[in-house]
């Protein structure tokens, strides 16, 4: 009889706690960083034109068969332009079929492929869901822009030439190209918005995981500071928002507040077993 | 009786009514809010600004679905079934004194009257289980008729005490004689098995045994939908309302109150009981059916008439108030040490079992 009435008030302190319900399509939950949704194909912004050469490596990967791509002469390598003798003509990625797997991407020799962090993606015919080259580059620009992806300063398969053996180091950055891997970026080639951009998408993340109080946030602050572009080296060795700043020191009495908690709970649950 | 009272018990009766429909369709939509805070959830949030039209919603969904009746039932009972429930819940309305004045029928033994009509529910329940052609509905029937049944006797006899210290069975001379005292504090013992009488009687969760979805998916109501099924619901809730209602009146004081005597005292202790049911609702997992009965008829009943006894012995050997008093919260105490050193001991017991 204590034990229910201990429940009935355990119970009742409960309902005066933030729900932990999020109001779907009016609010949505954070996404982790290095979430996996639907591939997208990346754009080469230096050349103006897609990484993607049409090689078929991630068609042949590919474990549910959703990808179909042909490939063409690339009209830029006779001009001299680009230095890609091939280049993707058409690409199809049909999402009803996709897993999200990852193995397009991690196969890709070019880096022509990324997971976006497209998961809300319906459509009312099951045409629509095929989505073509069109549409994959336009959403690979939008992660870009967003700076979710950016381009590495070295191929694929120089950085996996020159990279150490598997088991000495991760590969993680190698694997899945986010904000981290553009430690090197070429910076003259990069248009200034997506600069901007990037360094606001950094500075959102890094407010973000300050916000849940995660570890993250102080490597993912900084490394926007890395790329040193015109114009953002003022702000990003030395001015970090002091909201940020604000935002990282809560999070840390948060955490310190939460792991004394967690000691508490536990010398209390060690305590009740021992009466009982 | 002339034509005029006619028409005014009738006018009030409507009100009445009306009343009753509102706060049932409140008390759904609050008892959906409050368990969703309980759980953490925010509860219904989509229909109305905060979901506040979401009961107004189901209601007229309800009242447009299709109105369904099994091959091979009773027809007349089938259908009379639901309205057997829900009158009785009404009729106990009809009696509860909202002040001393703003009531549809001062009845003399309003008290035996409440007890009286609210065991028709039984009535209804078994109709419906055996109308239905349907072993669900047959099974849940007779749940509900084992556990009503057994419910009623510690809930009558606790009233009954509550009478008896009273000296009256109106409810409004009941209210009066808590005055200076709520008989909550006099006899806390009464209260509490009062409390589990209704929540068992009236099917609130813990005790939802006829119902139980996961294992008679619905028990008596199963075959039916539509405003036949809203109907059940609507009876129900009316039923728990009253119940809640009927506590506030008898061991809370009723309407009287710190500054000055309103029915608003009376809304605010009723709705204090309606969120204790919530409450109890929300971390409680429903008992097996044996478990149900061995609490009524091993630990309920015993104490009601112990309770029982503790008033009659006060009043014949003219103890006073504070004494009477004291001498429940004692008993209330041991019982709550008793069941507690019991539990502890049956875990030892199974601990020592399943050690080795």
């Known amino acids: 009889m204590i034990g229910t009435f201990k429940g009935l008030v355990t119970n009742l302190f409960l309902a005066f706690k933030k729900p932990v319900t999020v109001q779907y399509p009016w609010e949505h939950a954070p996404l982790a960083p290095r979430y996996m949704g639907f591939p997208v194909l990346t754009w080469d912004g230096e050349v103006g034109e897609p990484f993607c050469t049409g090689c078929l490596v991630c068609a042949r990967v590919c474990p549910t068969d959703c990808i179909t791509v042909t490939m063409k002469d690339n009209p830029k390598a006779a001009t001299g332009e680009s230095h890609r003798r091939k280049i993707v003509e058409d690409f199809h990625l049909n999402t009803a079929n996709c897993i999200v797997c990852g193995l397009c991407v991690e196969y890709c020799n070019f880096d022509a492929i990324i997971m976006s962090d497209l998961h809300e993606e319906g459509a009312t015919t099951r045409g629509d869901l095929v989505w073509d080259l069109a549409r994959l580059l336009e959403e690979g620009k939008k992660q870009q822009m967003k700076g979710w992806w950016s381009p590495p300063a070295a191929k694929k398969s120089e950085r996996r030439a020159t990279a150490p053996p598997r088991a000495a180091a991760p590969t993680a950055e190698e694997a899945a190209p986010s904000g981290v891997a553009a430690v090197a970026a070429p910076q003259e080639s990069l248009d200034p918005r997506v600069v901007e951009a990037r360094r606001k998408a950094a500075e959102l993340r890094a407010k973000k995981a300050a916000e849940r109080g995660e570890v993250v946030a102080a490597p993912v602050l900084e490394t926007p500071s890395v790329p040193q572009a015109p114009g953002v080296g003022a702000s990003a060795e030395e001015g970090v928002d002091p909201r940020v700043v604000e935002a990282r020191r809560k999070a840390a009495e948060l955490r310190a507040k939460k792991a004394a908690e967690r000691a508490a709970q536990q010398g209390k649950e060690g305590k009740t077993e021992e009466r009982e | ?356």
Do not use: C, H
């Open chain 2, 1 to 356: 009786m002339s034509l005029l009272d006619i028409i005014l018990v009738g006018i009030g009766a409507f009100i009445l009514f009306n009343f009753i429909m509102g706060s049932v369709l409140v008390l759904i939509l609050a008892e959906r809010k409050v368990l969703g805070r309980l759980q953490q959830r925010l509860g219904p949030m989509r229909t109305g600004p905060w979901g506040s039209l979401q009961t107004v919603a189901d209601a007229v969904k309800l009242l447009v679905k299709e109105d369904l009746r099994p091959q091979g039932s009773d027809v007349f009972i089938f259908y009379l079934a639901p309205l057997m429930l829900f009158v009785p819940g009404f009729l106990i309305w009809a009696a509860l004194p909202f002040t001393r004045d703003l009531v549809l029928s001062n009845l003399g033994l309003g008290l035996l009257y409440i007890v009286a009509v609210s065991t028709l529910s039984i009535v209804g329940m078994v109709m419906a289980g055996w109308a239905s052609n349907n072993k669900y509905s047959l099974l849940g029937s007779a749940r509900s008729a084992a556990q009503l049944v057994s419910y009623e006797i510690p809930l009558v006899v606790t009233v009954l005490a509550v009478g008896l210290l009273a000296q009256s069975l109106n409810l409004v001379e009941i209210v009066e004689r808590q005055v200076p005292v709520p008989y909550i504090l006099i006899q806390p013992l009464g209260f509490l098995l009062f409390l589990i009488a209704a929540l068992a009687e009236t099917g609130r969760i813990p005790f939802d045994i006829p119902q139980a979805e996961s294992e008679i998916v619905g028990g008596p109501f199963v075959e039916y939908s539509g405003i036949r099924w809203g109907i059940f619901f609507l009876a129900e809730y009316a039923a728990a309302g009253a119940m809640a209602f009927l506590g506030a009146l008898l061991f809370l004081g009723g309407w009287s109150g710190p500054f000055s005597d309103s029915p608003l005292w009376l809304f605010l202790k009723a709705t204090a009981l309606v969120l204790l049911f919530f409450l109890i609702r929300a971390p409680l997992p429903r008992l097996r059916v044996d478990q149900l009965m061995a609490f009524a008829w091993k630990v309920a009943i015993p104490l009601s008439f112990l309770n029982l006894l503790l008033i009659a012995s006060a009043l014949f050997y003219g103890w006073p108030q504070w004494l009477l008093g004291a001498v429940n919260w004692l008993v209330l105490v041991a019982v709550v040490a008793a069941f507690s050193w019991r539990r502890e001991r049956r875990l030892a017991r199974l601990r020592g079992r399943y050690a080795a």
